[in-house]
């Protein structure tokens, strides 16, 4: 039978449940407290740059799955992009995930078995890394930790990285070889007409309700749906009752300059201490170049990224996995849990997650099956509609 279904978020995990439950032929309604949808990645188009600016920082989709990637790819085209990331420290610039090259600017090696000697040198014997600075000084040693990761680091988290999990820096590869590709996975890129055009599509056909603050009239939107998939900060749903669950927020310094190009790539990092922000991203390096742009754009647009701390009237970006985090938050999942079947919590801020773009699309497909598939997974009830 069909069901009335709230999506509260139109950002992507809210999105991608709201496609799949419409075409299975649930009524759904989406609502959405900013004034567009694609949360984090939402983008939009600047004519004074011909390009679209990734308005809450760079968003590049990466996949190693083929099932993502094909369900993605009926929303958008995808182009070539390539994320190809530099660091800047004092000044010099350096080939940036820890790579051949890298090692060659370091240390001078040229080949990979002089970069694996030169690692063995450089590696610290510490048989259990506890954080993620021991597990730097254990995988790359201390020049290459000082170089890129520690002042960066600090900056991102305001947390010195001893403090802080390895987890958040496993995701970045090292490697022998001149690959400097930031990801590993066999699909990436940039929908063609950015993230607005991919959300329009996602959202087609279903109706979107902007500048609503569900929380503001949570107990009249809870009594007017069969089901509610709820994807803001789960402890603000809670009213913070077992106080806040702490977010890394940002804040992004935007400049348009009268060049072509300001930098050569999309991102650079800066990872000394002494400079405020992490990065500067270009935005018109995320597309491609086509020859009427490159005439066209006189303009080229940059944001400055500046780590900042969470909290009231800030946008929470980063959950900071801590114990004591990760503990307030098992307390309310425990709270979220006993509202089931008929409220389902999920995405990076419902789960407190740190979670990629693909991770929140596969988290969301995977949600739905379970709610299209009554009995299978315990506490399901929401049918297939006829
Ligand atoms: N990181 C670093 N130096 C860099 C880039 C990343 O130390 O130049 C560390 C930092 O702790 C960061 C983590 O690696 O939080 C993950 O980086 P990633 O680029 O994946 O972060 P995101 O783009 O999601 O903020």
């Not at 094909?70 to 000044?91: E, L, P």
């Not at 804040?251 to 800066?270: C, I, K, S, T």
């Not at 309310?332 to 979670?355: I, K, M, N, S, T």
């Amino acid at each position: 039978m069909s069901q009335r279904i709230l999506i509260v978020g139109a950002g992507l995990y809210g999105a991608t449940c709201a496609r799949e439950l419409h075409d299975a032929g649930h009524r759904v309604h989406v609502i959405e407290q900013r004034d567009a949808p694609g949360g984090n990645c939402a983008t939009r188009y600047l004519p004074e740059a011909d390009c679209h600016e990734h308005v809450h920082g760079a968003h590049i989709f990466h996949t190693d799955s083929d099932r993502i990637w094909a369900w993605v790819n009926r929303f958008a085209r995808f182009n070539a992009y390539v994320h190809r990331v530099k660091v800047c420290h004092a000044d010099a610039i350096y080939s940036f995930p820890i790579n051949l090259f890298t090692l060659y600017q370091v240390f001078g090696v040229r080949t990979p078995q002089q970069a694996r000697d030169a690692l063995a040198r450089e590696r610290q014997p510490i048989a259990a890394p506890a954080n993620l600075e021991e597990h730097c000084l254990a995988t790359v040693g201390p020049t290459l930790y000082r170089l890129f990761i520690e002042g960066y680091t600090r900056k991102q988290w305001g947390r010195h990285p001893s403090q802080l999990p390895a987890e958040i820096i496993k995701r970045i590869p090292v490697r022998l070889s001149f690959d400097d590709n930031y990801f590993n996975d066999r699909y990436q890129g940039i929908p063609i007409g950015g993230y607005a055009a991919l959300f329009d599509r996602l959202l087609a056909g279903i109706p979107v309700e902007f500048d609503v603050d569900f929380l503001r009239d949570r107990d009249h939107w809870l009594a007017r749906y069969d089901r509610v998939i709820y994807t803001g900060p789960i402890d603000a749903f809670f009213d913070r009752c077992h106080g806040a669950l702490e977010y890394r927020s940002l804040r992004f310094e935007r400049e348009l300059l009268p060049l072509a190009d300001f930098q050569g790539a999309a991102v650079v990092n800066y990872s000394d201490a002494a400079v405020p922000f992490t990065r500067i991203i270009e935005h018109r390096h995320f597309e491609l170049p086509s020859a009427a742009r490159t005439e066209a754009a006189r303009h080229t647009l940059i944001t400055r990224e500046y780590p900042a701390h969470g909290g009231p009237g800030r946008e929470p970006y980063y959950p900071v996995g801590t114990a004591v985090n990760l503990a307030r938050y098992e307390r309310y999942r425990a709270l979220a849990d006993a509202l089931a079947p008929q409220v389902h919590f999920g995405g990076r801020l419902a789960e407190y997650r740190y979670l990629d773009m693909h991770q929140v699309i596969g988290a969301a497909l995977a949600q739905v099956q379970r709610l299209l598939s009554p009995g299978r997974h315990g506490a399901v009830t929401i049918a297939r509609a006829a």
